[in-house]
């Protein structure tokens, strides 16, 4: 089935003419959701580029103000430059207040690669099968990541899990008994209910074992995933508490 990216075809677009005016930018393709599945009308588009080895702090920059040329974006997220050595992502927004979730609200999430051998191989097991935008010389392909070593990480982790439980239980139930009810909610997320989820992910889908509590819905068993979905906390008032949090963000940023 075809992913309808028509939301994105002025970006797309654009993206088409940065190949043809830059001989730096080698290939690039989208991935996310719209590879994987799951893609709908809220959805960002994931986009990732190869260029030239060397090249991706120059590529990048050009890129992005082409696109600040083009777009003139209301919001910029870029990650530090610290985040990869051999790569630059931002995020960006095509509509004003995406997180308002009033339509249209597009978002475009860009990482710039150096060409590498690492680079250029897509397990579609993990990421789905890539959608080309335009790759001349062939670089993109598909290729199942090393099984040893996912077995290797599988293995570590799961006995990370094991050995940690009795001491995780505690930090959880010692935040509780002292009333310390954040560091409680954040300790009881990352020592309960996470390692549950990936133990769980282990079984179902190994290829994604590390991916967390994203696409939780459409990776693990559906009486799991509605198991999961009991044991959040907070979630009655989420949409609420949302607001109110990022409120409290732009009254703190204020100064």
């Known amino acids: 089935m075809t992913t309808d990216l028509s939301r994105y075809a002025d970006f797309l677009a654009f993206l088409d003419e940065q190949h043809a005016a830059d001989t730096d930018l080698r290939a690039a393709w989208v991935g996310g959701s719209a590879a994987t599945g799951g893609y709908d009308e809220w959805s ?18 050009r890129l992005l103000a082409a696109v600040r040329e083009r777009f003139d974006p209301s919001d910029v997220w870029q990650l530090p430059t610290s985040t990869y050595p051999d790569a630059r992502q931002c995020f960006f927004t095509l509509d004003p207040t995406p ?104 079984r179902d889908c190994p290829a994604r074992h590390n991916f967390g509590l994203r696409y939780l819905h459409t990776d693990i068993d559906p009486a799991d995933a509605a198991r999961v979905d009991a044991l959040l906390p907070g979630v009655e008032r989420l949409r609420e508490l949302s607001a109110e949090c990022f409120a409290w963000q732009d009254e703190l940023l204020r100064g």
Do not use: M
């Open 99 to 202: 997180g308002a979730f009033v339509p249209p609200a597009r978002l475009v999430d860009i990482v710039v690669w150096d060409t590498t051998d690492e680079h250029r191989h897509k397990d579609v097991r993990r990421h789905g099968s890539p959608i080309v935008r335009f790759d001349p010389d062939g670089l993109v392909v598909e290729r199942h990541d090393d099984e040893d070593e996912r077995q290797r990480a599988i293995r570590e982790t799961v006995e990370q899990v094991r050995t940690q439980r009795p001491f995780g239980e505690w930090l959880v139930n010692r935040a509780i008994a002292r009333g310390q009810l954040p560091e409680a909610v954040s300790l009881y997320l990352r020592f309960a209910l996470q390692p549950a989820v990936y133990l769980v992910r282990v």
């Open 44 to 61: 960002d588009l994931d986009v990732e580029v190869l260029c030239t080895p060397g090249t991706h702090g120059a590529v990048y920059e």
